[in-house]
């Protein structure tokens, strides 16, 4: 019960971060291993015990937005990077299944001609 909580807190601390970079692993990494010694040391405690001693997952992530207010600027431009390489690989991905899709439909249009060609020049034996 203590471990499902300690993962519950942690997962809800990632969720707010829209890309996790090195800084942010360590930054969770710490509040997690903080958060499972609280949880052994306190097997009975709550989600909401945990939210008292530790903040809420919106309070954690607002303080280390504040603490990191210098690389504020650089850490918003990684997201800014993020969001168009995935509109880019969406986009990409979606012009590859299209492409595909045609070719597979031009070569199933083939294959009909082919076959009803084969049939037409069917050569039949006399004997």
Known sequence: MKNKLCKQYISQI?????????????????ISNSVNEYCEDNPKATLNEIYDVFGS??????????????DISSYFKKVNIAK?????????MATIIVLTSAL???????YKVFEDETMFFNEIKIE
Do not use: G
Request: proline share 4%; no cysteine; aromatic share 14%.
């Open 14 to 30: 990632k969720s707010f971060f829209p890309i996790v970079s090195k800084k942010e692993r360590k930054y969770i990494n710490n």
């Open 57 to 70: 997952p919106q309070e954690t992530i607002n303080s280390y937005m504040l603490a990191n207010a210098d």
């Open 84 to 92: 168009w390489f995935k509109r880019i690989s969406i986009l990409l």
């Open 104 to 110: 597979l439909l031009h070569m199933y249009k083939d």
